[in-house]
């Protein structure tokens, strides 16, 4: 549909018509247009070979019937837009790197004591190492992981698959495992979410019940201190 003239717009729907507002449709082809339920849907534009949303469906005069109808401009709600989805990129702005990096080493929840995780990521490997207790005191040691992942999106939840070893076999911190049967036992999940290389959200769910630590990276590796 063709954007069409603010002047053309006010003549349709009054001198109130925000100036900022977009309005586009044809006047000769009334078969072409928005109608009832597309209300939030996108407008979009080609600029330099590209698809841009330019506008979002607000109103119209019916359906279909020669008279352009009303989209808010994205552009004005850029603000809102980012404060929710900080990663959305807007026309003329530098692309937002969504790649998370740097994410190697210590981290915790400052709201539960004595728990923590092991991040350890290799150019293409992740795996996890948690180190807590269960509801009745006993300490858990779990290992996350490993999964492939060659980069790690901003607020993409990665999903691992979690098993126990010597915590099952009569391990403490302080005391080897009871039993010489040393292998890993199935335990249950982990999403794991970054929000930034030093801020993510990790929920375990498994035999133990479930549990959900917003961390916060407590130690670097040197020379590889987070940036973001």
């Known amino acids: ?50 698809k841009l949303q330019a506008g979002i469906v607000s109103f119209g005069n019916g359906c279909g019937v020669g008279s352009p109808g009303g989209y808010l401009p994205v552009s004005a709600y850029q603000g809102f837009i980012q404060q929710y989805v900080p990663t959305a990129a807007f026309a003329g702005q530098t692309p937002v790197n969504t790649d998370v990096t740097d994410v190697n080493g210590v981290w915790y929840d400052p709201n539960k004591d004595g728990t923590g ?56 911190f302080t005391a080897p495992p009871q039993n010489a049967d040393n292998d890993t036992v199935p335990w249950g999940n982990l999403s794991l979410t970054f929000d930034s290389c030093n801020r993510a959200t990790a929920t375990l769910d498994g035999t133990d019940g479930s549990v959900t630590h917003h961390l916060v990276k407590l130690v670097d590796p040197k020379n590889l201190a987070c940036t973001d």
């Open 117 to 172: 995780y092991v991040i350890l990521q290799t150019a293409d490997i992740l795996v996890l190492y948690y180190y807590g207790y269960r509801n009745n005191g006993t300490q858990l040691w779990l290992i996350a992981g490993p999964i492939n992942v060659s980069h790690i999106e901003r607020g993409k939840t990665l999903s691992l698959s979690v098993v126990s070893s010597a915590a099952n076999n009569g391990a403490t």
């Open 1 to 50: 549909m063709p954007i069409v003239d603010h002047s053309v717009c006010a003549g349709f729907y009054g001198t109130g018509t925000p100036e900022n507002l977009i309005c586009a449709g044809y006047s000769d082809n009334p078969s072409t247009d928005a109608c009832s339920g597309d209300s939030g849907g996108p407008l979009y534009i080609t600029q330099n070979g590209q």
